[in-house]
């Protein structure tokens, strides 16, 4: 059974850094891409950031985040992570990692074309 395990989120001042990690399990196939996503409450999700194995290791951010977010993999252990840093207010959500198999890898990716998701880990950015 092929999951995404994400853990890192929790509660931080404006200005702190969190990092995120979605570990792979379960799927032993190459993967095209991974990525992240977010979910505010009464908002719609948006694609965050995503790395995309197609396109020579390729990545994508959201305007919000870009030159405050990177995102970057380790092979050996299936992991990919979010590096954030500048949190602001508004990054408050619940963070989904996210992951395409064979499938297309757009930019952003497209939440209707995931092969996975995971459950999702919270993040809170106070001001």
């Known amino acids: 059974q092929v999951q995404l395990v994400e853990s890192g989120g929790g509660s931080v001042q404006a200005g702190g850094s969190l990092r995120l990690s979605c570990a792979a399990s379960?799927?032993?196939?190459?993967?095209?891409?991974m990525g992240w996503f977010r979910q505010a409450p009464g908002k719609e999700r948006e694609g965050v950031a995503s790395?995309?194995?197609?396109?020579?290791?390729?990545?994508y951010y959201t305007d919000s985040v870009k030159g405050r977010f990177t995102i970057s993999q380790d092979n050996a252990k299936n992991t990919v992570y979010l590096q954030m840093n500048s949190l602001k207010p508004e990054d408050t959500a619940m963070y989904y990692c996210?992951?395409?198999?064979?499938?297309?890898?757009?930019?952003?990716?497209?939440?209707?074309?995931?092969?996975?998701w995971g459950q999702g880990t919270l993040v809170t950015v106070s001001s």
């Open positions: 996210a992951a395409v198999w064979v499938g297309y890898c757009g930019a952003p990716l497209d939440w209707d074309s995931l092969d996975a």
């Open positions: 790395i995309d194995y197609t396109r020579g290791g390729s990545t």
């Open positions: 379960g799927y032993t196939y190459s993967t095209n891409c």
